[in-house]
């Protein structure tokens, strides 16, 4: 069945480094993909998506590439910030039934 | 702009005891859905409703029911609790469409002893 695989965690970098989260899924047919950030004690919120190969979603400085060859949506930012110290999902959707999530990364940015 | 809500937030129940979680949304969503998320393995799929009167299984139903007799509420029961369904349990909405995103309740911390 449709399935995703995170990196796993957790992940320490220190303030301004390079984030980068691996994805890769496994679907029967062309899902969209999202990823999704839980910041302590609240529900997921979307970060963002990507509808199709080769679309770029981005979104508060992190951006994800739908790459269909490699059936991959790495989450990358260029400088994190201590604010973005969270739990990040990768999650495909396939039909209008379910989102299927990875297992989650957690991030710590340190000052 | 309540969202999605959940109560209780946090619960602690004796096993063999029942409950019941309560979703409600206010975005007048037709698909909802139940999820608990425990560490390790991310969030997997108990029930799901894709409209009023409507319920299926998903990824990990036993040892739970649902019921969505009006739109905007979701139900999730456990009828004889067991340590096993220890976890945090988050409701979630969303419109038609494998292009929409998921609303997330912020979440029920059960615990099972």
């Known amino acids: 069945g449709d399935s995703v695989t995170q990196m796993e965690g957790p992940v320490t970098l220190s303030e301004e480094a390079f984030l980068t989260i691996n994805c890769t899924y496994t679907?029967?047919?062309?899902?969209?993909l999202f990823w999704y950030v839980q910041y302590p004690g609240e529900g997921l919120q979307l970060l963002l998506k990507a509808t199709k190969a080769d679309d770029k979603g981005s979104n508060k400085g992190f951006e994800a590439t739908y790459r269909k060859e490699t059936t991959s949506f790495h989450l990358e930012k260029g400088s994190v910030q201590v604010s973005d110290s969270a739990v990040y999902f990768c999650a495909l959707r396939y039909n209008n039934n379910d989102m299927r999530f990875g297992a989650g990364t957690r991030l710590t940015v340190k000052p | 702009n309540a969202g999605v809500t959940q109560t209780p937030k946090f619960r602690v129940l004796k096993t063999g005891q029942s409950m019941t979680l309560l979703c409600a949304q206010d975005?007048?969503?037709?698909?909802m859905y139940w999820y608990r998320q425990d560490p390790g393995m991310g969030l997997r799929l108990i029930h799901y409703s894709v409209g009023e009167g409507t319920t299926a299984k998903g990824e990990v139903p036993d040892g739970y029911n649902v019921s969505r007799l009006k739109k905007q509420n979701f139900l999730l029961g456990l009828e004889s609790a067991a340590p096993s369904q220890t976890s945090v349990y988050f409701c979630?909405?969303?419109?038609?469409?494998?292009?929409?995103?998921?609303?997330f309740g912020s979440g029920t911390q059960l615990s099972v002893l």
């Open positions: 679907a029967t047919g062309y899902p969209s």
């Open positions: 975005m007048n969503h037709e698909y």
């Open positions: 979630a909405s969303s419109l038609g469409g494998r292009n929409e995103k998921l609303f």
